[in-house]
């Protein structure tokens, strides 16, 4: 049986290496010279790599496929195909004009630079509910199951967004927005690309979302995050980051209520792994569980200054950075290319077109006026209760349980 | 009349009252515990924001249980003697209703009081950090309204004819299973109605929209 299996397993390894680019070497006549061998190693490479290509390019074209119209606006071009065409019209004119205010004549020559393709995606399996296991997957025709929005600025690719179908058109207005953001956020100092998350936030924020953005800063791990929403401006600057990084993040940044929390959160897997090295699970515990404060500090030493971040959440700079767009107006994007300062606070402040400390108190007052008020509920929902109450009481009332 | 039907009601319902009352004072004090007592400056706020999103979930849970409780006790022991006391009684059939009505609301008012005491006295004990405020007065309310709607309801369905309830029953049963068939064979893709239904119930100002917003004791 064994010597059975080793001869099947000759026969194959030679079977393989038949097929193998290396078998090359084993036809190869007896007197052939290196320079020979390296030439033909060179044109089989080549072909590989015409292949690989061919294959590429017929993906990309099976991709493509339906890709029959272009809809414009504004010297901005999406590819689609006819069955969202409507979608992709109605929506790009909302994106738009929802963009238009705050990139001014940047828009156009963003639109110049872009492009946009909005795909069918099509499945020909469909899931069906059951009540016993869940969803069964079943066979059937072709049909658009979602839609992808892919872009790109300059040739760079922008992150392809993926679409329920059939579209909701006010999301796909945002999607559309939400890869201007992007695209615009090329054209800024890359630091503050970087600090911006690579957004440029275009899209008009709500008193609904301050009110969130308020509660989030005030439960945010970061003292100085919290010391900002309670009215400290030079917290919010150093919370920021707008002047620079701060030499002693932890100081500057947490409280030493904070360090457990900071001990069990800060640092990417590599140094988080580290920790788990020097620490252990109880050791590590002891910390973030029993907040025994010696041991924070001694692990929070042993991470790197760079597992300190900018202690501001995105959402709050991208709150920051849209109060300097609509402070700027539409000149704003702009000034703050042609800006050649190096801290994140002058760049805005350029935008702005003002101070950063004005920009910082526009900023906090926007956000500290939206502190959600008492939890009452509301005046609707009061009237709704009682409107069910009533209903019931009166159903009650006319009931005749005896009969 | 009232404090009769009160009494009665009370006397039903007196162990589950007690001891909702004992879970109202036991919810801020178990969110609160894990905290140290020492100084606000101990506290590690967003855990203590997690606590207390905690907490709204368990007092939704007492709401909830109080209010089917209260609701089964008001016509329990009238259903078993078919109705006989209730109708031998001098007052018209809608005012009685109205009486069980209002004594159910007021036992419910009992355990929403106890919720804003406790809580009142918790928050009071721990040293709240500055971006942090109590307000029992606001989820004492938002407690009793929530707990009045599914008494109401519930309350409404034992009071009306049996065989209206039936009825309701057995249509909104087949509305069901109907529309979980036709989602099975494909004419639809999942149970429609029922996701009406529930978003009906639930979303935007529905008569149950209480239970999914957060009941929080202590709130930015």
Not at chain 1, 86 to 95: I, S, Y
Not at chain 1, 244 to 268: F, H, K, Q
């Amino acid at each position: 049986m064994c010597e059975r299996r080793l001869l099947l397993a000759v026969v194959l390894a030679g079977v393989f290496a038949g097929v193998s680019p290396l078998a090359g070497q084993s036809v190869v006549p007896a007197g052939t010279s290196d320079s020979a061998l390296a030439q033909r190693a060179a044109k089989l490479r080549e072909r590989a790599r015409l292949l690989d290509d061919s294959l590429k390019a017929l993906r990309a074209a099976s991709a493509d496929s339906g890709l029959t119209v272009v809809v414009e606006a504004e010297g901005l071009r999406v590819r689609t195909t006819t069955t969202l065409r409507p979608d992709a019209t109605a929506a790009l004119g909302v994106a738009l004009a929802d963009a238009r205010p705050l990139l001014g004549a940047q828009l156009d020559s963003l639109s110049r630079h872009m492009t946009l393709t909005l795909r069918e995606q099509r499945s020909t399996m469909r899931l069906r509910f059951s009540s016993l296991i869940g969803r069964t997957g079943v066979p059937t025709e072709s049909y658009i199951a979602s839609a992808t929005l892919d872009g790109a600025m300059d040739a760079l690719p922008l992150p392809s967004v993926g679409l329920h179908y059939p579209l909701d058109r006010a999301e796909l207005a945002a999607t559309l927005v939400m890869q201007f953001e992007r695209a615009a956020a090329q054209r800024v100092p890359p630091a503050l690309s970087s600090w911006l998350n690579k957004r440029l936030p275009l899209r008009a924020e709500h008193r609904k979302e301050d009110a969130e953005l308020f509660r989030m800063l005030a439960t945010s791990n970061a003292a100085v995050v919290r010391r900002c929403v309670a009215g400290d401006r030079d917290a919010c600057r150093t919370g920021f980051a707008l002047d620079s990084m701060p030499t002693d993040r932890v100081a500057s940044w947490y409280e030493t209520s904070d360090l457990p929390a900071l001990a069990g959160i800060a640092g990417d897997a590599s140094q988080r792994g580290e920790l788990y090295r020097a620490f252990g699970a109880d050791g590590q515990a002891q910390c973030t569980v029993q907040r025994q404060l010696d041991v924070c500090r001694r692990m929070v030493a042993l991470l790197p200054l760079e597992a300190f971040q900018v202690p501001m959440p995105v959402v709050a700079r991208l709150s920051l950075a849209r109060t300097a767009l609509e402070m700027g107006g539409p000149a704003a994007l702009e000034r703050l290319r042609s800006s050649d300062t190096t801290s994140i606070g002058a760049q805005l402040a350029a935008a702005a077109g003002a101070s950063s400390e004005a920009l910082l108190e526009r900023w906090m007052k926007r956000v500290i006026g939206a502190r959600p008020s008492s939890p009452l509920p509301n005046a609707v929902f009061v009237l709704a209760s009682l409107a069910v109450i009533a209903v019931c009481l009166g159903w009650a009332m006319r009931g005749q349980p005896w009969k | 009349m009232f404090r009769a039907v009160l009494y009665t009601q009370w006397k039903w319902t007196r162990p589950v009252i007690l001891l909702a009352v004992l879970v109202a004072g036991y919810i801020p004090v178990n969110a609160l515990r894990s905290m140290s007592y020492k100084s606000a400056g101990t506290y590690y706020i967003p855990s203590l924001y997690q606590s207390i999103t905690s907490a709204s979930v368990n007092y939704q849970l007492l709401a909830l249980a109080v209010a089917v409780v209260v609701a089964i006790s008001a016509w329990q022991a009238d259903g078993q003697r078919q109705h006989v006391y209730a109708l031998s009684l001098p007052v018209p059939r809608w005012q009685f209703v109205l009486l069980r009505f209002a004594a159910g609301a007021a036992l419910l008012g009992v355990v929403a009081v106890a919720v804003g005491l406790f809580g009142g006295v918790a928050a009071a004990i721990a040293p709240l950090p500055a971006m942090l405020h109590a307000y029992p007065a606001g989820l004492a309310v938002r407690f009793w309204l929530g707990t009045l709607i599914p008494f109401a309801l519930i309350f409404a369905l034992l009071a009306s004819n049996p065989r209206r309830v039936k009825l309701v029953v057995a249509g909104v049963a087949t509305i069901v299973v109907v529309d979980m068939l036709l989602a099975m064979v494909g004419t639809t893709d999942k149970p429609l109605l029922v996701g009406w239904f529930l978003d009906g119930l639930y979303a935007g100002n529905g008569p149950l929209a209480a239970f999914l917003s957060k009941w929080m004791l202590i709130d930015v």
